[in-house]
């Protein structure tokens, strides 16, 4: 039997109508849908700003909708009706999913099988620090670098939101890392166990060499442009560049795609080289299109792996500032100054 739904709330909708600045973002009111055939309907309790739609904003992510749109990558939230061919106790169940779109919004349809269940006892805004940046994370990490005990990592951005909860995860795997940041966030990843490279005194290539001698096992990189080579280089025999993104092109005009095509060209170029050394391109949606069976699979099983992290106290969400949903052009501007160490979430 299939959930009603309650036609006395309302939808509330973030709009991205164009290439605009944060205050152009429209909030767009109307009638909570209802789940079609193998969806649920989820009202969301916490959904994040990533680079994702500071990229979307400018026009600038790789694959995004054409304008207008509703961003928001992934979200957290309880189930609230099921559509047919869904079990109706799923109802009153809290989820996470990865949406790519429309997450920032007071009510989102959702695959069913999509949708993954947040254990009892975390927190909604704790577990929506761990989907995109923490899947994300994890599968660099373990199922790309293969990261393993008494091995040396590099994370550039380690107080972003991905980067924040990579190196908890590679300390948690018994690695040594290095982690880029600017001065300000030195201390905290001090305490983390994280050697604090500042990347914005210059010349960083040579100061994790001075650190790292031999070369790193592992360098995850999400800034692109020039500086990859450098990455590329402080690697060890034997080592992995996971490249996941070109924040360096986020303010560039032109092609958004090139710069994207550009690093996968490198990184083809230096895996046909007979280097001993590895470099890929992270995707999380990668293998969706072949099989999303396996996908979904695989993302439900690291997504759990995550929150078992989290309950162990591997992990500590790492949360830089909430704002109710309405308030989404202060919180990108904030998320997109680069002052902030973890993750800006959206409440309702």
Sequence with gaps: MEAVVNTAEELVEIVLPGKVEPDGLEIRHGRVPAPGPGQVLVEMEATGVSCAEQQMRRGRYYDQPPFPFVPGYDLVGTVRATGAGVPADLTGARVAA???V???ASHVLVDAADAVPVPDGID?????TLVLNGVTAWQMLHRRARVRAGQTVLVHGANGGVGSILV?????????VIGTASARHHDALREQGVTPVDHRAGNVAARVRALAPGGVDAVF???GGPGVVDSWKLLAPGGTLVSYGTASTRDAEGSARWPVLKLLGRLWLWNALPNRRRACFFNVWAGRAL??????ARLR?????IFAALERGDVTPRIAARYPLADVAEALRLAESGTVAGKVLLNP
């Design 98 to 100: 990865l949406v790519k």
């Design 102 to 104: 429309g997450a920032w």
């Design 124 to 128: 909604p805004s704790d577990a929506e």
């Design 168 to 176: 908890q995860l590679a300390r948690a795997a018994g690695a040594h």
């Design 221 to 223: 990189d999400h800034v």
């Design 291 to 296: 099989s999303r069976n396996r996908f979904r």
């Design 301 to 305: 099983a690291d997504l759990a792996a």
